[in-house]
């Protein structure tokens, strides 16, 4: 059941790593790129959206503000005197440029950055909105938090370090979450006075870090009471916006500072789950959970309380009152015999369901495409390729060459084909400039990236070319490949459990058996003339089967 819900030990392992490898590669001189939340831990279940912080560089904030500063950064002082702990005001100690001043606030003589206007400034268009500290779409697929980094462990959280004589977190753990240090994100205290200059300390980062540490077991009891909590508490209209998953979180690290490691295995999943959920009884009984790295910040405050925490507290005591069995209320877990949640399940049974839940990931189909917004930006296919030539590790190279083969599909879309300039050797050298960056984009499925390459051909007017690649596709479309989302049928499963399949990573089998959409960024130069009005005001996806019978016919058709 577990395997199925989150999948295995190497499925969650394969996402960190897909996170990681596009983060490092599209983080730029100006903002670093976090992919944080469920999916940003290795989870993806159902109703998870996809969490992104862009950490502004030209932007730092510190207690103290140091004697050396750089001219190009805008500095920022915390000052946390009357603001409720795990908050902080940040004021305008240096250096600022004319489009910043716009986010500043003047009290009592002093400026300081307002995380309001902040959000403002940064929502780019009428399709997002404002949701907390951050930029959501619409359909709520995506959350943008745009944020601030302090280099340094704060005072707030100095007690942290100290404070565990167990075994977890380790002393190297903790050594990597306070070099960090911890970032900023707009949104002050609710009905504070001063709330539109307030953010919050986040330790997102961190967070990751020690979830990144868990055993299985506890990432399992962690996706549990996530499920319980989205799929049967709140679903009760007086509960459903009373408890976040982030408490649930801060929940598993207390606990897990206080037990030992050996008590997270497989064979005490259930009594570990129940030990959870009566943790979080009591914290709702007394309306007392503690932020994990700042205590004093009790998360229930002003929240947890009155009828609303009576009702709450009735309900979790009657699901508590079916032990386990309180989660078959889920529909995502009720079909699960009990006997498959301690069986082992056989690793090319594994390997199968693993190839399954990443060909039907749509968080993971939308994150490998959205961080890649910067489709002429030369820096990131340059970083590209200087990860992917530099890395030693082959799991760590093939997601390198998968993200690279996927930037370089849009990149190569607007480098400029036709000069004005009257110099064939100019018109040549972009040629094969784009020529060059096109053939790597044949590394992230079987199909797409060959029928880019048909597109530049025949943009190009070499039509023979262009009709040979699109004969070469057909060639790929066999019956045991995959498109992405669709449910894999039984010939699918038979062929992935062959001892090849068992013995490639998902990148590289992705290589052979998926059959990818084309995308055509906007005012792309290499879409179809025919097509040119569907990229003129964004983005256009095409299946790749349907691409290749439109081609073959307009490409027949032009090299007569």
């Known amino acids: 059941m577990c395997q199925k819900i989150v999948g295995s030990e190497n499925h969650v392992k394969n996402l960190r790593l897909m996170n990681t490898v596009r983060d490092n590669m599209t983080s730029e001189n100006f903002t670093t790129y976090i992919t944080s939340g469920s999916f940003g831990e290795g989870l993806e279940m159902r109703g998870s959206d996809l969490d992104v912080m862009h950490v502004i560089k030209e932007m730092e904030v510190y207690e103290n503000v140091q004697t050396s500063l750089n001219s190009n950064v805008l500095y920022l002082s915390m000052e946390t005197d009357d603001v409720k702990a795990g908050f902080a005001q940040l004021q305008v100690k240096q250096n600022h440029s004319p489009g910043q001043i716009e986010s500043f606030e003047e009290h009592n003589g002093k400026h300081y950055f307002s995380s ?5 400034a940064v929502k780019h268009n009428s399709n997002s909105v404002i949701h907390g500290p951050c930029i959501s779409d619409k359909d709520g697929t995506y959350d943008h938090a745009v944020c601030l980094h302090c280099k340094t462990w704060i005072s707030q959280a100095s007690q942290w370090i100290t404070r565990s004589n167990n075994s977890w977190p380790s002393y190297k753990v903790k050594q ?6 911890v970032l900023f994100v707009p949104v002050g205290v609710k009905e504070s006075p001063k709330e539109n200059i307030e953010w919050r300390i986040s330790f997102s980062v961190g967070e990751k870090f020690l979830i990144h540490t868990f055993t299985h077991t506890q990432l399992l009891c962690y996706a549990l009471l996530k499920i319980l909590l989205k799929d049967v508490i709140s679903t009760y209209t007086e509960c459903e916006d009373l408890l976040s998953s982030y408490f649930l979180k801060t929940i598993i690290f207390w606990i897990s500072e206080e037990l030992p490691q050996s008590i997270w295995k497989p064979e005490n999943l259930i009594h570990c789950f129940k030990r ?19 205590p004093e910040n009790n998360l229930f405050e002003n929240k947890i309380e009155g009828r609303a925490r009576r009702i709450l507290l009735d309900k979790l005591y009657k699901l508590h009152s079916y032990e386990w069995r309180c989660l078959l209320f889920s529909d995502q877990l009720s079909n699960f015999q009990v006997s498959m949640w301690m069986n082992p399940i056989e690793s090319h049974t594994l390997h199968t369901i693993e190839v399954a839940k990443t060909i039907k990931s749509k968080l993971l189909y939308f994150a490998i495409n959205m961080n890649y917004v910067f489709e002429d930006d030369i820096d990131v296919h340059k970083r590209g390729i200087h990860q992917t030539v530099s890395c030693h590790q082959s799991s760590l190279k093939y997601l390198n060459t998968h993200c690279l083969s996927v930037f370089c599909g849009q990149y190569a879309q607007h480098v ?3 000069s004005s300039r009257k110099n064939n050797k100019h018109q040549h050298k972009q040629y094969k400039s784009c020529l060059c960056t096109i053939m790597q984009n044949v590394y992230h499925d079987s199909v797409s990236g060959w029928l880019m390459l048909a597109s530049f051909f025949y943009k190009v007017q070499q039509y023979g070319n262009a009709l040979h690649i699109i004969a070469y596709s057909i060639s790929k479309c066999t019956p045991e490949k995959v498109c992405r989302l669709m449910d894999l049928s039984g010939s699918h499963f038979r062929s992935s459990d062959l001892q090849l399949s068992k013995k490639t990573s998902i990148v590289q089998l992705w290589k052979i ?9 906007r005012n792309s130069r290499l879409i179809p003339n025919e097509l040119q009005m569907e990229v003129e005001n964004g983005s256009y996806r095409i299946s790749s089967i349907e691409y290749i019978f439109f081609s073959k016919n307009v490409m027949s058709l032009s090299s007569q």
């Open 176 to 181: 990597s979450v306070i070099k960090h240090g």
């Open 416 to 418: 400029q084909l036709n």
């Open 276 to 294: 959870c959920l009566s943790r979080l009884i009591s914290s709702v009984d007394y309306s007392i959970c503690l932020h994990y790295f700042i």
């Open 116 to 120: 309001t206007l902040f959000k403002q």
């Open 513 to 521: 058996i998926l059959i990818d959409n084309l995308k055509f960024t």
